[in-house]
């Protein structure tokens, strides 16, 4: 499978700070897959993210060292408007992305702003709004739906403009666990159906870690750890020293690894560890 | 032991917007003095709205809600932000003033202090909070989340009011940011006695802090009980829509395992593995 990121010995400095955000940053992301991001705030997580849709350089005064290329080119080669054509970004702060009076002119505005047809429009809408279970929304005022629904909704107006990668800052850190499940079965579907790269930053691990092939830990504006998600989460002690915590299955088995109770691999999921348990127990 | 008289009682409380929204329905609660209670359930089933209707910032539609006392109905905003504070979930919904020392000063000096039980009031918040000096002079804008919230919760405390409502107080921060605020809200609740409710979607967070759960439904009180107790009844948290911390599930998986079905933290699981082993 063809790289559609490739990141070399990149740094960024903002204007205004004295140390770079990141440093030294080398990585690589497949057509197709699914990348999460993890890291204390403050690791430049962020930061990384809006390189790669080139949000930064474009957008921040700053210092940059090293090739961020998507699909092969430097980011600050495309056009303007072409990248965000391939890369969305959904923000944190769902706010920061509205500007429409109602719902359903948030999600359309990126569209008709790339010129799509009306039917085009209509069918993508369509698909969107079903996708996401927002249709009884869109004639309310983004400012008026609850914290949850604004991050569905900042979800769907990027999701409208069908970028072939995705990348999405903490999507669910104002979601109930129903909500955020929700959020990544449309995740899920996207990559099964679609074949979208999709890259997720976030703190909560338990929804993150079935879905991820390959996950990357970040502290200190540096990568620390990449690798494919099961061997990524065998070197728990160093997510621990990080302040990150493993799901509560996984953390389970590796204070059972650390008092010598417990050789083997650590679970992902729930279902892994109860397996595992009865294993152990010998049933 | 003497039975303690519940320092907030709600009878019978429906609250409906004025669009005619229902959001909350004959909700019945007593709240006695350092409880620390997790108010949990999906978004848009009335938790926010409860909340800010025990500080009286919303007056019941039908029903009420007696606190210290006080009939919300009747007492006024003076009377009711000097026993329940509410921290919004977003701190920047809440700080306005150009520096963190007048933001503190803002509700002392709006509810008409001298300049100096103002001065009394800002310094006591700042310590309990830990707020370093170099920061009090700091625009609230240029300090980490973790620290606004921490000065959110200060100006919250310099009203003196005895119940905090901290609404999502983890929200974005990671693990160990959300520990640390997390000690610090118990620390509020043990050693300076204040009754603490949490708003939070987070459960290995009220696993770990809330002796009582209070699990919210379309508007409705579903559960209420011991965090353990609500945490067994599988039934009842389907129907809110939640699930219990990953360990407490695991330790509920399969009874043959022999695991309290209660248990609710990492630590708590290990003991019991050892036991047995």
């Given amino acids: ?3 559609v990121i490739e990141i070399e010995d990149y740094s960024w400095k903002y204007v ?4 770079p955000a990141i440093e030294g940053i080398n990585l690589t992301v497949e057509e197709g897959s699914f990348v999460g991001i993890i890291g204390p705030n403050g690791a430049g997580k962020t930061t990384l993210a809006y390189s790669m849709d080139g949000l930064i350089p474009g957008q921040y005064n700053g210092i940059k060292k090293g090739t961020v290329e998507v699909f092969g080119t430097e980011v600050e080669d495309y056009a303007k408007g072409e990248l965000q054509q391939l890369v969305g970004v959904v923000f944190s702060d769902p706010e920061a992305q509205f500007t429409a009076m109602t719902v359903e002119d948030e999600l359309v505005f990126g569209m008709e702003n790339i010129g799509l047809s009306v039917p085009e429009i209509r069918d993508r809408l369509e698909w969107v709004t079903e996708l996401t ?5 869109l004639m309310k005022p983004p400012y008026e739906i609850s914290g949850g629904q604004k991050q569905r909704v900042a979800l769907a107006a990027v999701l409208a403009m069908r970028p072939k990668i995705l990348i999405l800052d903490e999507p669910t850190s104002m979601l109930d666990p129903v909500s955020r499940g929700r959020i990544f079965e449309v995740l899920a579907k996207l990559k099964a159906e679609e074949n979208n790269t999709i890259i997720v930053i976030e703190h909560s691990l338990e929804n993150l870690i079935p879905l991820a092939d390959q996950m990357v830990l970040m502290a200190d504006g540096s990568i620390l750890l990449q690798d494919e998600t099961q061997a990524f989460f065998q070197q728990s002690k160093l997510l621990l020293d990080k302040g990150l915590y493993p799901p509560g299955a996984m953390h389970f088995f590796h204070e059972l690894k650390m008092k010598n109770y417990y050789q083997g691999k650590y679970p992902l999921t729930v279902t892994e560890g109860i397996d595992l348990l009865r294993e152990i127990k010998g049933f | 032991m003497t039975e303690k008289a519940p320092y907030i009682q709600v009878i019978d409380l429906d609250f409906e917007y004025p669009d005619g929204t229902q959001a909350l329905k004959d909700i019945n609660l007593e709240i006695v003095k350092g409880e620390f209670i997790a108010l949990i359930g999906q978004n848009g089933s009335g938790k926010t709205t409860l909340s800010k209707c025990l500080n009286g910032l919303y007056k019941p539609t039908a029903g009420d809600i007696i606190v210290d006392g006080l009939n919300t109905k009747k007492s006024s905003i003076v009377q009711m932000v000097k026993r329940v504070g509410y921290v919004f979930q977003n701190p920047d919904h809440q700080l306005f003033n150009s520096n963190c020392w007048d933001e503190i000063a803002y509700g002392p000096r709006n509810i008409q202090l001298s300049d100096e039980e103002v001065k009394e009031r800002v ?7 830990g707020l370093p000096k170099i920061y009090h002079s700091e625009h609230p804008f240029f300090l980490s989340k973790g620290l606004r919230q921490r000065v959110a919760i200060a100006s919250i405390l310099a009203l003196r009011p005895h119940v905090i409502i901290v ?15 997390m000690d610090f809200l118990q620390d509020l609740n043990d050693k300076h006695g204040h009754t603490i409710i949490i708003i939070t979607h987070d459960m290995p967070i009220v696993g770990l802090y809330a002796r009582r759960v209070i699990a919210m439904a379309q508007a409705r009180i579903m559960a209420d009980g011991p965090t353990r107790e609500v945490f067994t009844q599988a039934e009842v948290l389907e129907k809110t829509f939640l699930a219990p911390p990953q360990i407490t599930q695991l330790a509920q998986a399969d009874p043959k395992l022999g695991f309290d079905p209660g248990t609710l933290t990492v630590d708590e699981m290990l003991a019991q593995f050892m036991k047995m082993n």
């Fill in chain 2, 167 to 181: 609404d999502e107080p983890t929200t974005g921060q990671d693990m160990k940011q959300s520990l640390e605020i």
């Fill in chain 2, 123 to 129: 310094e006591e918040a700042i310590q309990v909070v």
């Fill in chain 1, 16 to 19: 205004n700070t004295r140390t």
């Fill in chain 1, 1 to 3: 499978m063809s790289n």
């Fill in chain 1, 133 to 137: 279970e927002l249709s009884h929304l």
